[in-house]
């Protein structure tokens, strides 16, 4: 598996194909339901012995390593020059891209550092910190309709960048009982 993975990882870096992680996935969740449903369930007295208890064990791990072994490469920031490294540049003649900042309470508060934020119209970049030991993340909605969200994180830092026209945006974090507890606020958009 580790000389399968070390052959692949060059390709992997310059591609960033998650094809491999959903095969090692796919392979390991069909083996999931033949062991529960297909054997499992049918035969009471499965796996019997004590070798086909290391056998199924055995092949368990081995998928299991793979699935974590190809989820490790293909993840990652997109290499230079990707496709989405060309969409976060602005068109010439673009209006200059707005800037904010947003940090998580790093005490472990359930809140952001501000509850206003503004920006120009256009490009609007949103870089969230979190320093806190709990996930959060910053989703932007215009009345009930989803514009962007982070994924969500702890400790480190994501951007979110959306094309917004003047207005009013409610930001806020979407980790369950986040929101309720305060972490939310207006961004105004001018």
Request: net charge positive; charged share 10%; glycine share 10%.
């Amino acid at each position: 598996m580790h000389g399968a993975a070390t052959l692949l990882s060059p390709v992997l870096a310059a591609e960033k194909s998650k094809v491999p992680f959903y095969i090692a996935g796919g392979a390991l969740a069909t083996w999931a339901v033949i062991v529960s449903v297909g054997l499992g369930l049918r035969k009471s007295d499965f796996p019997g012995s004590l070798v086909g208890q290391r056998v199924v064990l055995a092949i368990s791990a081995v998928l299991v390593a793979g699935a974590v072994s190809m989820a490790v490469l293909t993840s990652g920031s997109p290499a230079k020059g990707s496709p989405a490294k060309a969409l976060a540049a602005a068109p010439s003649g673009a209006p200059a891209a707005s800037a904010v900042s947003l940090a998580a309470s790093p005490s472990g508060l359930l809140s952001y550092n501000t509850k206003q934020l503004s920006a120009k119209a256009g490009s609007v970049t949103i870089k969230l910190t979190n320093t806190a030991p709990l996930e959060h993340n910053v989703t932007v909605a215009e009345g009930s309709k989803v514009l962007g969200a982070t994924p969500t994180f702890a400790a480190g830092s994501r951007t979110l960048r959306l094309t917004l026209k003047p207005g009013t945006y409610t930001f806020y974090c979407t980790v369950p009982g986040h929101r309720q507890a305060g972490m939310e606020g207006t961004l105004n958009v001018t």
